[in-house]
């Protein structure tokens, strides 16, 4: 059965970063789209960031415009992670993990595999 694992959550400060990592257990998410998606309480899962296969090794990038700025993902192969500096309070969340066949967005309809989640929590 296929799993994303998630790794990296926790409690911060505001200000501090927090870098989350996801690993899939098969090879074959090498050339999935992978990415990040948030959910805070109270509140519609959103969009973070992806990472979308280009071409072997090579990925292309796309975030959140409010976040662009202060988080970065990263891929390899069928790993992908998210540096995030300057948290802030409103950045505490469920973020999930997802991979898709095709994209990415939005509320990640298009997901096919998630994972289960690590809670990252900003205090002020």
């Known amino acids: 059965q296929v799993q994303l694992v998630e790794s990296g959550g926790g409690l911060v400060q505001a200000g501090d970063s927090l870098r989350l990592s996801c690993a899939a257990s098969e090879r074959t998410f090498s050339a999935y789209t992978m990415g990040w998606f948030r959910q805070a309480p109270g509140k519609e899962r959103e969009f973070v960031a992806g990472?979308?296969?280009?071409?072997?090794?090579?990925?292309y990038a796309n975030y959140a415009n409010s976040l662009k700025a202060r988080f970065t993902i990263s891929r390899a192969n069928s790993k992908v992670f998210l540096q995030m500096n300057s948290l802030k309070p409103e950045d505490t969340a469920v973020y999930y993990c997802a991979a898709s066949r095709t994209v990415l967005s939005g509320t990640g309809r298009e997901a096919d595999y998630w994972g289960q989640g690590t809670q990252v929590t900003v205090s002020s």
């Open positions: 990472t979308t296969w280009t071409a072997p090794g090579t990925y």
